[in-house]
Protein backbone atom coordinates (compact mmCIF):
# COMPACT_ATOMS: atom_id res chain seq x y z
CA UNK A 1 0.00 0.00 0.00
CA UNK A 2 2.84 2.69 1.18
CA UNK A 3 4.55 1.19 -1.76
CA UNK A 4 1.93 1.81 -4.04
CA UNK A 5 0.99 5.50 -3.41
CA UNK A 6 4.74 6.54 -3.09
CA UNK A 7 4.74 5.12 -6.95
CA UNK A 8 1.64 7.28 -7.13
CA UNK A 9 2.77 10.35 -5.79
CA UNK A 10 6.62 10.05 -7.84
CA UNK A 11 3.92 9.80 -11.12
CA UNK A 12 2.00 12.64 -10.24
CA UNK A 13 4.98 14.42 -9.70
CA UNK A 14 7.25 13.58 -12.87
CA UNK A 15 3.94 14.53 -14.63
CA UNK A 16 2.99 18.10 -13.21
CA UNK A 17 7.19 18.83 -13.94
CA UNK A 18 7.11 18.94 -9.57
CA UNK A 19 10.75 17.44 -9.53
CA UNK A 20 13.58 18.80 -11.43
CA UNK A 21 16.48 17.49 -13.45
CA UNK A 22 17.57 14.40 -10.92
CA UNK A 23 14.21 13.95 -9.65
CA UNK A 24 15.56 12.61 -6.43
CA UNK A 25 15.45 15.04 -3.05
CA UNK A 26 18.72 15.59 -1.08
CA UNK A 27 20.52 18.19 0.77
CA UNK A 28 23.00 21.00 -0.75
CA UNK A 29 24.99 22.09 1.35
CA UNK A 30 26.27 26.13 0.06
CA UNK A 31 29.10 28.05 0.65
CA UNK A 32 28.91 31.19 -0.17
CA UNK A 33 29.88 34.94 0.79
CA UNK A 34 26.26 36.83 0.22
CA UNK A 35 24.97 38.23 3.32
CA UNK A 36 25.03 42.39 2.80
CA UNK A 37 20.89 42.35 2.17
CA UNK A 38 20.70 42.81 -1.73
CA UNK A 39 23.18 39.42 -1.47
CA UNK A 40 20.83 38.03 0.96
CA UNK A 41 18.10 38.42 -1.04
CA UNK A 42 19.36 37.11 -3.90
CA UNK A 43 20.40 33.70 -2.59
CA UNK A 44 17.44 33.58 -0.60
CA UNK A 45 15.69 33.05 -4.04
CA UNK A 46 17.92 30.16 -4.90
CA UNK A 47 17.10 28.20 -1.75
CA UNK A 48 13.78 29.00 -2.20
CA UNK A 49 13.72 27.09 -5.58
CA UNK A 50 15.69 24.41 -4.26
CA UNK A 51 13.29 24.18 -1.27
CA UNK A 52 10.46 23.75 -3.92
CA UNK A 53 11.80 21.16 -5.67
CA UNK A 54 12.01 18.71 -2.06
CA UNK A 55 15.50 19.56 -1.93
CA UNK A 56 17.05 20.92 1.62
CA UNK A 57 19.07 23.93 1.50
CA UNK A 58 21.74 24.13 4.45
CA UNK A 59 23.16 27.86 4.28
CA UNK A 60 27.54 27.41 4.97
CA UNK A 61 27.52 31.42 4.92
CA UNK A 62 31.09 32.87 5.86
CA UNK A 63 30.57 36.76 5.59
CA UNK A 64 33.13 39.49 4.01
CA UNK A 65 33.07 41.19 0.89
CA UNK A 66 34.88 39.71 -2.29
CA UNK A 67 35.41 36.21 -0.33
CA UNK A 68 38.61 36.10 0.94
CA UNK A 69 37.51 34.66 4.41
CA UNK A 70 34.90 32.49 2.34
CA UNK A 71 37.90 30.96 0.43
CA UNK A 72 39.73 30.27 3.60
CA UNK A 73 37.14 28.46 5.15
CA UNK A 74 36.65 26.18 2.64
CA UNK A 75 39.80 25.60 2.21
CA UNK A 76 39.92 23.93 5.45
CA UNK A 77 36.61 22.10 5.11
CA UNK A 78 38.34 20.29 1.78
CA UNK A 79 41.42 19.68 2.96
CA UNK A 80 39.48 17.30 6.23
CA UNK A 81 37.96 15.62 3.38
CA UNK A 82 34.20 17.24 3.78
CA UNK A 83 33.63 19.07 1.29
CA UNK A 84 30.63 21.51 1.03
CA UNK A 85 28.10 20.45 -2.02
CA UNK A 86 28.73 23.85 -3.94
CA UNK A 87 31.06 26.82 -3.43
CA UNK A 88 31.01 30.21 -4.74
CA UNK A 89 33.87 30.19 -6.52
CA UNK A 90 34.77 32.08 -9.98
CA UNK A 91 37.24 32.47 -12.59
CA UNK A 92 40.85 30.56 -13.04
CA UNK A 93 40.46 29.65 -9.25
CA UNK A 94 38.23 26.90 -10.51
CA UNK A 95 41.27 25.22 -12.94
CA UNK A 96 43.14 25.62 -9.38
CA UNK A 97 40.47 23.34 -7.66
CA UNK A 98 39.92 21.30 -10.73
CA UNK A 99 43.74 20.04 -10.14
CA UNK A 100 42.69 19.15 -7.24
CA UNK A 101 40.93 16.36 -7.96
CA UNK A 102 37.97 17.07 -5.75
CA UNK A 103 35.45 18.34 -8.54
CA UNK A 104 31.65 16.89 -9.60
CA UNK A 105 31.58 16.34 -13.62
CA UNK A 106 28.39 18.53 -14.37
CA UNK A 107 28.45 17.17 -18.39
CA UNK A 108 25.14 14.94 -18.25
CA UNK A 109 23.36 18.23 -16.76
CA UNK A 110 24.82 20.42 -19.24
CA UNK A 111 24.36 17.99 -22.52
CA UNK A 112 20.72 17.77 -21.40
CA UNK A 113 19.96 21.17 -21.20
CA UNK A 114 22.07 22.43 -23.67
CA UNK A 115 24.32 25.08 -21.72
CA UNK A 116 26.77 24.96 -24.59
CA UNK A 117 24.41 27.11 -26.58
CA UNK A 118 22.80 29.51 -24.16
CA UNK A 119 25.76 30.34 -22.66
CA UNK A 120 28.55 32.93 -24.21
CA UNK A 121 31.43 31.01 -24.77
CA UNK A 122 33.61 34.02 -22.31
CA UNK A 123 31.33 32.63 -19.11
CA UNK A 124 31.20 28.88 -20.31
CA UNK A 125 35.29 28.77 -21.14
CA UNK A 126 35.75 29.39 -17.59
CA UNK A 127 33.11 27.26 -16.20
CA UNK A 128 35.22 24.33 -17.75
CA UNK A 129 37.94 22.09 -16.41
CA UNK A 130 39.89 20.02 -19.06
CA UNK A 131 36.44 20.39 -21.01
CA UNK A 132 33.70 19.47 -18.39
CA UNK A 133 31.33 21.42 -17.15
CA UNK A 134 32.55 21.38 -13.30
CA UNK A 135 30.84 24.34 -12.35
CA UNK A 136 27.55 26.78 -13.24
CA UNK A 137 27.18 30.69 -13.51
CA UNK A 138 24.82 32.31 -11.87
CA UNK A 139 25.65 35.98 -13.05
CA UNK A 140 27.58 38.54 -15.04
CA UNK A 141 28.69 41.67 -12.66
CA UNK A 142 30.15 44.74 -14.07
CA UNK A 143 32.47 46.20 -11.98
CA UNK A 144 33.95 49.53 -13.60
CA UNK A 145 30.76 51.41 -12.45
CA UNK A 146 30.64 54.66 -10.63
CA UNK A 147 27.06 54.81 -8.58
CA UNK A 148 25.91 58.42 -7.90
CA UNK A 149 23.41 60.40 -6.44
CA UNK A 150 22.10 63.00 -8.33
CA UNK A 151 20.94 65.20 -5.26
CA UNK A 152 24.11 65.54 -3.99
CA UNK A 153 25.63 66.54 -7.38
CA UNK A 154 22.73 68.87 -7.94
CA UNK A 155 23.01 70.87 -4.47
CA UNK A 156 26.80 71.09 -5.13
CA UNK A 157 26.34 71.96 -8.64
CA UNK A 158 28.78 69.32 -9.62
CA UNK A 159 29.04 67.82 -13.25
CA UNK A 160 28.97 63.73 -13.36
CA UNK A 161 32.90 63.22 -14.01
CA UNK A 162 33.52 61.17 -17.38
CA UNK A 163 37.32 61.44 -16.94
CA UNK A 164 39.80 61.48 -13.73
CA UNK A 165 40.64 65.16 -14.50
CA UNK A 166 36.73 66.18 -14.22
CA UNK A 167 36.33 63.70 -11.26
CA UNK A 168 39.02 65.98 -8.94
CA UNK A 169 36.85 68.82 -10.35
CA UNK A 170 33.50 67.31 -9.29
CA UNK A 171 34.95 65.83 -6.26
CA UNK A 172 36.27 69.44 -5.30
CA UNK A 173 32.68 70.97 -5.36
CA UNK A 174 31.10 68.18 -3.65
CA UNK A 175 33.48 68.42 -0.59
CA UNK A 176 33.18 72.09 -0.75
CA UNK A 177 28.98 71.82 -0.56
CA UNK A 178 29.67 69.93 2.85
CA UNK A 179 29.34 65.91 1.62
CA UNK A 180 31.62 62.93 1.18
CA UNK A 181 32.80 63.38 -2.50
CA UNK A 182 33.45 58.93 -2.45
CA UNK A 183 31.96 56.58 -0.09
CA UNK A 184 35.00 53.75 0.60
CA UNK A 185 35.37 50.80 2.25
CA UNK A 186 39.34 51.12 3.20
CA UNK A 187 40.16 47.15 2.70
CA UNK A 188 42.43 45.12 0.34
CA UNK A 189 39.88 44.15 -1.84
CA UNK A 190 37.72 47.79 -1.99
CA UNK A 191 40.86 49.84 -2.71
CA UNK A 192 42.02 47.09 -5.48
CA UNK A 193 38.15 47.46 -6.80
CA UNK A 194 39.21 51.01 -7.51
CA UNK A 195 42.52 51.01 -8.66
CA UNK A 196 41.21 48.58 -11.30
CA UNK A 197 38.70 50.82 -13.04
CA UNK A 198 40.95 53.64 -12.79
CA UNK A 199 43.87 51.68 -14.54
CA UNK A 200 41.49 50.70 -17.62
CA UNK A 201 40.25 54.80 -17.19
CA UNK A 202 43.74 55.70 -17.46
CA UNK A 203 44.92 53.24 -19.68
CA UNK A 204 42.27 52.08 -21.72
CA UNK A 205 41.14 48.26 -22.44
CA UNK A 206 44.93 47.33 -24.16
CA UNK A 207 47.10 48.32 -21.15
CA UNK A 208 44.53 46.89 -18.91
CA UNK A 209 44.96 43.57 -20.37
CA UNK A 210 48.87 43.75 -20.73
CA UNK A 211 49.03 44.57 -17.16
CA UNK A 212 46.64 42.46 -15.27
CA UNK A 213 46.10 39.75 -17.75
CA UNK A 214 49.27 39.16 -19.54
CA UNK A 215 51.01 40.35 -16.83
CA UNK A 216 53.65 42.40 -18.91
CA UNK A 217 56.38 43.73 -16.94
CA UNK A 218 57.07 47.37 -19.04
CA UNK A 219 53.03 47.76 -18.37
CA UNK A 220 52.99 46.56 -14.59
CA UNK A 221 56.35 49.17 -14.24
CA UNK A 222 55.39 52.01 -16.45
CA UNK A 223 54.76 55.89 -16.46
CA UNK A 224 50.83 54.42 -17.11
CA UNK A 225 50.68 52.81 -14.33
CA UNK A 226 52.14 55.77 -12.13
CA UNK A 227 49.86 57.57 -13.17
CA UNK A 228 47.09 55.52 -12.12
CA UNK A 229 48.67 55.33 -8.93
CA UNK A 230 49.02 58.95 -8.56
CA UNK A 231 44.74 59.08 -9.58
CA UNK A 232 44.19 56.46 -6.45
CA UNK A 233 46.04 58.90 -4.16
CA UNK A 234 43.61 61.53 -5.47
CA UNK A 235 40.34 59.50 -4.92
CA UNK A 236 41.67 58.67 -0.81
CA UNK A 237 41.67 62.58 -0.95
CA UNK A 238 38.10 62.84 -1.23
CA UNK A 239 37.05 59.95 1.25
CA UNK A 240 36.00 60.32 5.06
CA UNK A 241 38.04 59.63 8.01
CA UNK A 242 35.70 56.52 9.00
CA UNK A 243 36.77 54.62 5.60
CA UNK A 244 39.53 52.44 6.93
CA UNK A 245 37.88 49.13 7.58
CA UNK A 246 34.57 49.98 5.89
CA UNK A 247 32.19 47.40 4.60
CA UNK A 248 31.38 48.04 1.17
CA UNK A 249 27.53 47.75 1.44
CA UNK A 250 27.68 50.54 4.53
CA UNK A 251 29.85 52.71 2.29
CA UNK A 252 26.72 52.08 -0.57
CA UNK A 253 24.47 52.96 2.20
CA UNK A 254 26.43 56.56 2.37
CA UNK A 255 25.86 57.31 -1.47
CA UNK A 256 21.83 55.57 -0.58
CA UNK A 257 21.11 58.28 2.39
CA UNK A 258 23.24 61.34 0.24
CA UNK A 259 26.16 61.51 2.86
CA UNK A 260 28.16 60.82 -0.36
CA UNK A 261 27.97 61.35 -3.82
CA UNK A 262 29.97 57.97 -5.84
CA UNK A 263 30.90 55.04 -4.99
CA UNK A 264 33.40 52.75 -7.30
CA UNK A 265 32.01 49.37 -6.78
CA UNK A 266 30.49 46.92 -8.58
CA UNK A 267 26.94 46.14 -9.52
CA UNK A 268 26.21 43.95 -6.39
CA UNK A 269 26.10 47.69 -5.41
CA UNK A 270 23.28 48.33 -7.10
CA UNK A 271 21.30 45.15 -5.15
CA UNK A 272 21.54 47.48 -2.05
CA UNK A 273 19.87 50.09 -4.27
CA UNK A 274 17.36 48.02 -4.75
CA UNK A 275 16.56 46.76 -1.33
CA UNK A 276 16.46 50.13 -0.03
CA UNK A 277 13.80 50.73 -2.54
CA UNK A 278 15.39 53.12 -4.52
CA UNK A 279 14.76 53.47 -8.21
CA UNK A 280 18.02 53.39 -11.07
CA UNK A 281 17.88 56.52 -13.07
CA UNK A 282 15.56 58.45 -10.81
CA UNK A 283 17.10 57.95 -7.47
CA UNK A 284 20.53 57.15 -8.09
CA UNK A 285 22.50 56.89 -11.58
CA UNK A 286 24.59 54.30 -12.78
CA UNK A 287 27.64 55.42 -14.58
CA UNK A 288 31.05 53.85 -16.01
CA UNK A 289 33.95 54.87 -13.86
CA UNK A 290 35.73 58.53 -15.31
CA UNK A 291 37.29 56.93 -18.77
CA UNK A 292 36.10 53.64 -18.79
CA UNK A 293 33.16 54.27 -21.49
CA UNK A 294 32.74 51.48 -24.04
CA UNK A 295 34.49 49.04 -21.75
CA UNK A 296 33.16 46.13 -19.51
CA UNK A 297 35.07 44.39 -16.41
CA UNK A 298 33.54 41.51 -15.46
CA UNK A 299 33.28 39.27 -12.83
CA UNK A 300 31.05 36.06 -13.30
CA UNK A 301 29.78 34.63 -9.79
CA UNK A 302 29.73 30.55 -10.64
CA UNK A 303 29.10 27.51 -7.92
CA UNK A 304 31.61 24.84 -8.17
CA UNK A 305 30.58 21.95 -7.39
CA UNK A 306 32.44 18.88 -5.28
CA UNK A 307 32.94 15.52 -5.68
CA UNK A 308 30.16 14.05 -2.71
CA UNK A 309 30.29 10.35 -3.84
CA UNK A 310 27.30 10.14 -5.61
CA UNK A 311 23.50 9.20 -4.18
CA UNK A 312 21.09 11.20 -3.23
CA UNK A 313 23.45 13.84 -2.25
CA UNK A 314 24.97 13.80 -5.79
CA UNK A 315 21.53 14.17 -7.61
CA UNK A 316 20.17 16.52 -5.43
CA UNK A 317 23.78 19.02 -6.72
CA UNK A 318 22.70 18.14 -10.34
CA UNK A 319 19.16 19.19 -9.45
CA UNK A 320 20.89 22.14 -7.92
CA UNK A 321 23.39 22.95 -11.13
CA UNK A 322 20.22 22.14 -13.68
CA UNK A 323 17.95 25.03 -11.83
CA UNK A 324 20.76 27.60 -11.74
CA UNK A 325 20.72 27.97 -15.59
CA UNK A 326 16.80 28.01 -15.65
CA UNK A 327 16.14 31.32 -16.83
CA UNK A 328 13.25 31.41 -14.15
CA UNK A 329 16.39 31.11 -11.48
CA UNK A 330 18.43 33.46 -13.87
CA UNK A 331 15.94 36.13 -13.69
CA UNK A 332 15.15 36.67 -10.30
CA UNK A 333 18.35 36.21 -8.76
CA UNK A 334 20.08 38.91 -10.94
CA UNK A 335 17.04 41.57 -10.64
CA UNK A 336 17.60 41.29 -6.78
CA UNK A 337 21.62 40.87 -7.07
CA UNK A 338 22.50 43.71 -9.51
CA UNK A 339 24.15 41.85 -11.94
CA UNK A 340 22.75 40.72 -15.52
CA UNK A 341 22.02 36.45 -16.32
CA UNK A 342 24.88 34.83 -17.04
CA UNK A 343 22.08 33.24 -19.72
CA UNK A 344 21.76 34.16 -23.52
CA UNK A 345 18.55 35.55 -24.64
CA UNK A 346 17.27 36.59 -22.03
CA UNK A 347 13.75 38.87 -21.52
CA UNK A 348 15.01 41.86 -20.46
CA UNK A 349 11.97 43.79 -19.56
CA UNK A 350 12.13 43.60 -15.55
CA UNK A 351 15.47 44.94 -15.83
CA UNK A 352 16.24 48.72 -15.24
CA UNK A 353 18.08 51.12 -17.17
CA UNK A 354 21.51 49.99 -15.73
CA UNK A 355 21.14 46.56 -16.17
CA UNK A 356 19.77 47.55 -20.23
CA UNK A 357 23.03 49.27 -19.92
CA UNK A 358 25.27 46.41 -18.64
CA UNK A 359 23.61 43.89 -20.99
CA UNK A 360 24.53 46.47 -24.20
CA UNK A 361 27.94 47.03 -23.09
CA UNK A 362 28.80 43.47 -22.17
CA UNK A 363 27.64 42.43 -26.22
CA UNK A 364 29.31 45.80 -27.32
CA UNK A 365 32.28 45.28 -25.40
CA UNK A 366 33.05 42.04 -26.27
CA UNK A 367 33.16 43.03 -30.50
CA UNK A 368 35.49 46.06 -29.39
CA UNK A 369 37.99 44.37 -27.67
CA UNK A 370 36.59 46.26 -24.57
CA UNK A 371 35.58 43.44 -22.48
CA UNK A 372 37.84 42.66 -19.96
CA UNK A 373 38.23 40.30 -17.12
CA UNK A 374 38.03 42.10 -13.28
CA UNK A 375 41.44 41.38 -11.46
CA UNK A 376 40.12 42.20 -8.26
CA UNK A 377 37.53 39.53 -8.43
CA UNK A 378 39.60 36.98 -9.35
CA UNK A 379 38.91 36.77 -12.76
CA UNK A 380 42.31 37.38 -15.08
CA UNK A 381 44.89 35.91 -12.73
CA UNK A 382 45.69 33.00 -10.03
CA UNK A 383 44.82 33.80 -6.58
CA UNK A 384 48.43 34.15 -5.56
CA UNK A 385 49.06 36.64 -8.14
CA UNK A 386 45.83 38.48 -7.34
CA UNK A 387 47.13 38.54 -3.41
CA UNK A 388 50.61 40.23 -5.08
CA UNK A 389 48.88 42.53 -6.51
CA UNK A 390 46.22 43.47 -3.77
CA UNK A 391 49.24 43.63 -1.40
CA UNK A 392 51.02 46.72 -3.34
CA UNK A 393 47.72 48.68 -3.70
CA UNK A 394 46.62 48.47 -0.16
CA UNK A 395 49.83 49.64 0.94
CA UNK A 396 50.37 52.08 -1.44
CA UNK A 397 46.74 53.23 -0.32
CA UNK A 398 47.50 53.32 3.56
CA UNK A 399 51.04 54.82 3.16
CA UNK A 400 53.11 57.79 1.88
CA UNK A 401 54.60 55.84 -0.74
CA UNK A 402 55.47 57.56 -4.40
CA UNK A 403 53.49 56.23 -7.09
CA UNK A 404 56.59 55.27 -9.03
CA UNK A 405 57.59 52.72 -5.64
CA UNK A 406 54.65 51.65 -6.05
CA UNK A 407 54.89 50.79 -9.73
CA UNK A 408 57.81 49.14 -9.38
CA UNK A 409 57.11 47.04 -6.14
CA UNK A 410 54.02 46.10 -8.41
CA UNK A 411 56.06 44.49 -10.92
CA UNK A 412 58.75 42.75 -8.45
CA UNK A 413 55.43 41.50 -6.04
CA UNK A 414 53.73 40.27 -9.18
CA UNK A 415 57.18 38.27 -10.73
CA UNK A 416 57.63 36.99 -6.92
CA UNK A 417 54.53 35.86 -6.85
CA UNK A 418 54.77 33.62 -10.29
C1 LIG B 1 31.22 38.87 -5.81
C2 LIG B 1 29.84 39.44 -5.66
C3 LIG B 1 29.69 40.00 -4.26
C4 LIG B 1 30.82 40.99 -3.96
C5 LIG B 1 30.76 41.62 -2.59
C6 LIG B 1 32.27 39.90 -5.43
O1 LIG B 1 33.55 39.33 -5.53
O2 LIG B 1 31.45 38.48 -7.14
O3 LIG B 1 28.86 38.47 -5.88
O4 LIG B 1 28.43 40.59 -4.14
O5 LIG B 1 32.07 40.34 -4.10
O6 LIG B 1 30.71 40.67 -1.61
Redesign the pocket.
Known sequence: MIHKNIKRLISVAVATGMLAFGAVAGEVEVLH????G??AKSVAELKRLLEADGHTWKDFAVA????ESAMTVLKSRVVSGNPPTAA?I?GPSIQEWGDEGVLANLDEVAKAKGWDDVLPAVVSDVMKYNGNYVAVPV?V?RVNWMWVNPEVFKKAGAKIPTTWDEFSEAAEKIQKAGFIPVAHGGQA?QDATTFESIVLGVGGADFYKKAFVDLDSKSLNSPTMVKAFDVLREVKKYTDKDAPGRD?NLATAMVIKGEAAMQFM?D?AK?EFTAAGKMAGKDFGCYPAPGTKGTFTF?I?SFVMFDVGGGDAAKAQQAMASTIMEPEFQEIFNLN???IPARLNMPRDKFDVCAHDSMDEFVGSAGTGGLVPSM???MSVFSAVQGAIYDVVTSFYNSDMSSTDAAKQLLSAVQSSL
Open positions: WWTSGEGGGGQKNHWWGWGNDKGSAHG
